[in-house]
C-alpha cells in the first residue's frame, strides 16, 4: 500500500498569512495526488486534482505543485472561509488519504 | 444540479445490521465509480472500497475486506453499504463520493452519521 503523510499535523495562520502543507508518498506517484478540503460537520470538497489543476470554481489563492513523492499544497493569502482540515489523496495505485492538516486560527 | 444525496443518521445496536444508501443525480450515474469513506470520530478519511454501477464490480480496500458489502442498483442511481453485524467500532461518519475516471474523488455526499451503542 501506498502510505500518505502530511506535515504539519496543525498549523496556526492568521488572516492574510501565506501557508504551505506538505504531503509526501511512500514511493513515486507521478502527479497523481488530489486535495481534498473539509470544514467542521461538511463533507470533503475537491480543490485540485492532478497535482495542480485547480477544480473549477476553486478560488486562484489555492495552488499545489509536486510530483514524485512530494507535493505542496499553497494558500497565497490564508481567508477567514479557509480555516478547515485538507487532506491530500493519492490515486497512482489504489486511493489512499493522508491524517489530514488542520489549519486553525492563530 | 450534480450531487450525491445520502439516507439519514442511524442509530443501531452492537450485533444489528444495516444498509445505508448514496443516491446520484445530475449525471450517468453507471458510468463513474463510487467509494465509500469512512471518518471516525475526530479522525481522518479511510476509503473502504469502490464500486463500478454499470455492472457492480467492487474493489474493497484489505483493511475492510470482509467487514461491509458494497453494492448498487443503477436502475434506480443508487449505492449502498452494509454491515451484517455491527459493532461499536463502526461508530462513525460514512461518506459514499464519486470518482473521476483518473482516480480523484470529485464529488461527495453529505454524509451519513452511523452510531453503534447498546
Known amino acids: 500500500d501506498i502510505q500518505m503523510t502530511q506535515s504539519p499535523y496543525t498549523l496556526s495562520a492568521s488572516v492574510g498569512d501565506r501557508v504551505t502543507i506538505t504531503c509526501r508518498a511512500s514511493q513515486s506517484i507521478s502527479r497523481w495526488l488530489a486535495w481534498h478540503q473539509q470544514k467542521p460537520g461538511k463533507a470533503p470538497k475537491l480543490l485540485i486534482y492532478?497535482?495542480?489543476t485547480l477544480k473549477s470554481g476553486v478560488p486562484s489563492r489555492f495552488s499545489g505543485s509536486g510530483s514524485g513523492t512530494e507535493f505542496t499544497l499553497t494558500i497565497s493569502s490564508l481567508q477567514p472561509d479557509d480555516f478547515a482540515t485538507y487532506y491530500c489523496q493519492q490515486y497512482y495505485s489504489y486511493w489512499t488519504f493522508g491524517q489530514g492538516t488542520k489549519v486553525e486560527i492563530k | 444540479e450534480l450531487q450525491l444525496e445520502q439516507s439519514g443518521a442511524e442509530v443501531k445496536k452492537p450485533g444489528d445490521s444495516l444498509k445505508i444508501s448514496c443516491k446520484g443525480s445530475g449525471y450517468s450515474f453507471s458510468s463513474y465509480w463510487i467509494g465509500w469513506v469512512r471518518q471516525m470520530p475526530g479522525k481522518g478519511l479511510e476509503l473502504l472500497g469502490i464500486i463500478f454501477p454499470a455492472d457492480s464490480d467492487t474493489r474493497s480496500s484489505p483493511s475492510f475486506q470482509g467487514q461491509v458489502t458494497i453494492s448498487a442498483d443503477k436502475s434506480i442511481s443508487t449505492a449502498y453499504l452494509q454491515w451484517s453485524s455491527l459493532k461499536a467500532s463502526d461508530t462513525g461518519m460514512y461518506y459514499c463520493?464519486?470518482?473521476?475516471?483518473?482516480?480523484?474523488?470529485?464529488?461527495w455526499g453529505q454524509g451519513t452519521l452511523v452510531t453503534v451503542s447498546s
Open positions: 463520493a464519486r470518482q473521476d475516471g483518473a482516480g480523484y474523488f470529485d464529488l
Open positions: 492532478d497535482a495542480s
